[in-house]
């Protein structure tokens, strides 16, 4: 079984930062993309960031510029550095992974329980 356990989310007065963490577990063979995702009352889930296994990002437009992806392959886990944040922000926090189990087995994509981010104003 493969797990994904998010931390670091809270509540932050607007301008201020915080970090996210998401580690997989369980039976990894190899981590594809993985990226986070939001989802405000009210509005449908969106992509926040992405980053490949080689490193490189893909981020929302709306966060260009304040949050930055990372990924610690050795360990499995990635981040979202999040700075300068707006109320606008605030929504639940949702970490993604496309893994593979095994050599042989496709990849299939799993998330995180979500994690809330409150950003006050």
């Known amino acids: 079984q493969v797990q994904l356990v998010e931390s670091g989310g809270g509540l932050v007065q607007a301008g201020g930062s915080l970090r996210l963490s998401c580690a997989a577990s369980?039976?990894?063979?190899?981590?594809?993309?993985m990226g986070w995702y939001r989802q405000a009352p009210g509005k449908q889930r969106e992509l926040v960031a992405s980053?490949?296994?080689?490193?490189?990002?893909n981020y929302a437009d709306s966060v260009k510029g304040r949050f930055t992806i990372s990924r610690d392959n050795a360990k499995n886990t990635e981040y979202l550095q999040m700075n300068s944040l707006k109320p606008e922000d605030t929504a639940v926090y949702y970490c993604?992974?496309?893994?593979?189990?095994?050599?042989?087995?496709?990849?299939?994509?799993?998330w995180g329980q979500g994690t809330q981010v409150t950003v006050s104003s």
């Open positions: 980053i490949t296994t080689g490193g490189s990002a």
């Open positions: 993604n992974a496309v893994i593979k189990k095994s050599p042989l087995t496709g990849a299939l994509e799993y």
């Open positions: 369980g039976r990894i063979f190899l981590i594809n993309a």
